[in-house]
């Protein structure tokens, strides 16, 4: 069963960082193109970006300067860092294949609120 457990997410004030984790499991994690998505308040679930199983990333403008993807296919982990945040950046996180490969499967995301 494929399962991601996204966690890390918070209360952070403006300008401040926070370093998100999203463990896989039920897949050969490191074989696997990865891709976090975001959902603000009242918005659509959007992808912010990738990464590859080699570790190259690929950034939605809007993070792109403010966020970086690291994983440790090791420990079947994935990180976001996200640094310099404000309130847009409010959303619960969540990590997931790449929608080219069609697995459907969603954790229950971690909140990160951007507030002061």
């Known amino acids: 069963q494929v399962q991601f457990e996204e966690s890390g997410g918070g209360l952070v004030q403006p300008g401040g960082s926070l370093k998100l984790s999203c463990v896989a499991s039920?897949?050969?994690?490191?074989?696997?193109?990865m891709a976090w998505y975001r959902q603000a308040p009242g918005k659509q679930r959007e992808e912010i970006g990738t990464?590859?199983?080699?570790?190259?990333?690929n950034y939605k403008e809007s993070v792109k300067g403010r966020f970086t993807f690291t994983r440790d296919n090791d420990k079947s982990t994935m990180y976001v860092q996200m640094n310099n945040l404000n309130p847009e950046y409010t959303a619960v996180y969540y990590c997931?294949?790449?929608?080219?490969?069609?697995?459907?499967?969603w954790g229950n995301g971690t909140l990160v609120t951007v507030s002061s």
């Open positions: 997931t294949p790449d929608s080219t490969y069609g697995i459907d499967v």
């Open positions: 039920g897949l050969r994690f490191s074989t696997y193109t």
């Open positions: 990464i590859t199983w080699r570790g190259n990333t």
